[in-house]
Every structure is written in C-alpha cells, then in structure tokens.
C-alpha cells in the first residue's frame, strides 16, 4: 500500500495550523514551521497562502518584539489580502500591526488598528479573533486608564 504525500497547499496549511497551535509553548517552533510555510507558499507562487503565511509569521515576531519585520510582513500580507478581496485576512494582518503599535507606546495607532478588526471579525462571526481582539483593546484601555472600556471589552 503506498501512503499518499499531501500537496504542497495542504502542506502549507497543516504547517500553519501547527504553527498557530504551538505558539503558546514553543514559539520558536512556530517560527520555524510558518517560514517553512512562507518558503513553499513563495515556491508555489499563491497568493493566498503567501498572504496567509505571511501575516502568521508577522504575528509571531510581534510576540517576540521584532517589530519592524511584523510590520513588513504584515504590509506586504495586507496588499495580497485586498487584492483577493479577504476583509479577515486584512483584520488579521492589522491585529499585527496593532499589537506592534500597542506595546510601542503607540496606543492611538493600536487602537485605530484594533476597532478596524473588531468591526471586521463581528461582520464575519468570527469569534475567536474577535475575542483576540476585544482582550488587546481591553490592554489599550487599561494603558489609558480607562476603566469603564477597560471593564466593557475583557
């Protein structure tokens, strides 16, 4: 019996999957899977799993505060997104952007980012990221000392 090997897209979306799954644990491995995913999404030359791929990546290096290269990915993620017409992908990139804003003492740019995706994440039902989302501006909210908001989105 010969064991099928999965095609280079389903590839990319079980390194992705694991990647998003580890994180929490083993962040460096998420790292690693979701360059690998990159690399064959840039192989591949698709557009959506490139833009995908990207804006994990540039999450996980705004956890692990390289700022400047979550910010690139999450740019270059962001044009891929609106060409394909993905609002969520768009939402996703920006929760990047926002978190880079947030913890650089920037709170107005991640709270603009943060409205943005929530709007986005509640038009699609998209709950899991719109918790993501109401816990960062619940964060934005307590730097600013605003109870009340704070209280509201935790």
């Excluded at 926002?98 to 039902?125: P, S």
């Amino acid at each position: 019996m010969k064991l099928s090997v999965p095609d280079d897209k389903e590839r990319v979306l079980s390194l992705l999957e694991e990647a998003y799954a580890c994180r929490a644990n083993n962040l460096n491995k998420s790292t690693t899977l979701a360059k690998e995913a990159l690399a064959i999404s840039r192989k591949m030359d698709d557009v959506a799993l490139l833009a995908k791929s990207l804006s994990q990546l540039a999450l996980f290096s705004m956890i692990q505060g390289e700022y400047e290269q979550a910010l690139s990915m999450s740019a270059e993620a962001i044009n891929y997104f609106e060409g394909l017409n993905d609002e969520v992908g768009i939402a996703n990139a920006k929760y990047n952007i926002a978190g880079v804003y947030y913890k650089t003492d920037n709170y107005h740019l991640g709270l603009v980012n943060l409205i943005d995706c929530i709007n986005t994440y509640r038009k699609y039902n998209d709950y899991h990221n719109l918790a993501r989302a109401h816990k960062s501006l619940g964060t934005v909210y307590d730097y600013f000392g605003d109870e009340k908001k704070l209280h509201k989105n935790l």
